[in-house]
């Protein structure tokens, strides 16, 4: 077999992102990226507080927040971002991962501004009543029976996380719990508000069609004065002790199809070194039809009607889990014998030439990809500043993955997928 090309960062010949990054003396931190191709403005605003950051007893709270911060503000109505995005050809919305709950918009450029004051206005004054507070509950709870209850295995990652992690907060993840957002109070939802809102816990970043000296101008006006608590931030400082022996767990669900299981092994942050290489294996054990999970479960032995890996790398220590459902007829322990001998081979057998140079050429599609829309810049590096620290690490993640070895993926594999550091858990009907 003809062995494929060898590419290099210099050869896909990928810009760095040059951006500009300033610091608030409130705190909040501004990361500015011009480029004028496009008339238009990708706005993201990042506060640093996610599902790990929920009080005790209090899941569901920086979800929750995702909803009220559109809810309006003592100067606007509700859905005010909707018709400052939408009325104008543009969109907006949030999501909110374990780290942080992130609001983007994209709108044309001559925009930018009126979504400047936007951003600072809901960061400043945003209404947090009671009506405000039972309506997105209820919301929030709604999304927890349509996407875990209803859905056939949207259960299986919650389980996952909480029985993986044994004291760090990642165990509780990230939707929240009805029961405790049942509980809540007002007083605890502006309490959660207090604490996290605030301009040194914020990030904006804006990739697009911008003048960086009125920017920042426009920036410093808006958002300057928004005043900064004198009460420290909360950071989370548990550390999940190492585990030492396997753990296994058993649940069914009336509305599973098809028998699954999930093993899920401790990994590091997204910021340690071993992170591109984990990245590289995800892609060769589990990432698409060319891998060799559903290669082997799906195509060649036809136990699996899906199976996939992927390295959840988050800002603190996260998990690579490898899932595998049942095809139909297929016993969940002949699955699960197909997925071992996998994980298996991927920790004695490291990856050829060939097939290295597909999962390289698959990641370096993906990255330049995300370089391609305004959106796409602006969010990768709210992730490096968030996850990883420092905005310019985004700038050397294609080097980091095209220095990849087949012997780097030979090591990671070894060193994180060991049966003592594994959580398994088999999804049955009930």
Partial sequence: MTALPTI???????????????????GLRAILVPDPRVPSVAINVAYRVGGKDDPPGRSGFAHLFEHLMFKGTSRTVPETMDRLTEDVGGYN??????DITNYY????????????????????????????????????????????????????????????????????????????????????????HATYYRPDNALLVIAGDLDVDQTLRWIEHLFGPIPTPSAPLPRVRVVEPAQTLERAYEYRAANVPLPAAEEAYHIPAASHPDAAALDVLETVLGAGRSSRLYTALVYQKQVASSAYAAADLREQPGLFGARVTCARGVELATARAALTEELERVCSEPPGE????????????SLVRSRQTNSGVALELVRATTERGDPEVANGDLARYLAVTADDVLRVARTYLRPENRTSIEYLPG
Avoid at 93 to 98: D, I, K
Avoid at 136 to 149: A, S
């Fill in 8 to 26: 290099s960062a210099s050869a896909i010949g990928v810009a760095p992102i040059r951006y500009v990054d300033r610091t608030l003396d409130n």
């Fill in 93 to 98: 919305n949030a999501f909110t991962s374990e």
């Fill in 105 to 192: 918009e994209v709108v044309p450029s001559n925009h930018l501004e009126r979504l400047l004051w936007a951003e600072a206005d809901r960061l400043a004054s945003l209404t947090v009543n009671e009506a405000n507070f039972a309506t997105e509950r209820d919301v929030v709870i709604g999304e927890y029976d349509q996407r875990i209850l209803a859905e056939p295995y949207g259960m299986l990652d919650e389980l996952v996380n909480r029985e993986a992690y044994a004291v760090h907060p990642y165990r509780r993840g990230v939707i929240g719990s009805p029961a405790e957002l049942n509980a809540a109070s007002l007083d605890d939802v502006v309490a959660f």
């Fill in 354 to 365: 060939n097939e290295l140079a597909r999962v390289r050429t698959q990641i370096a599609t």
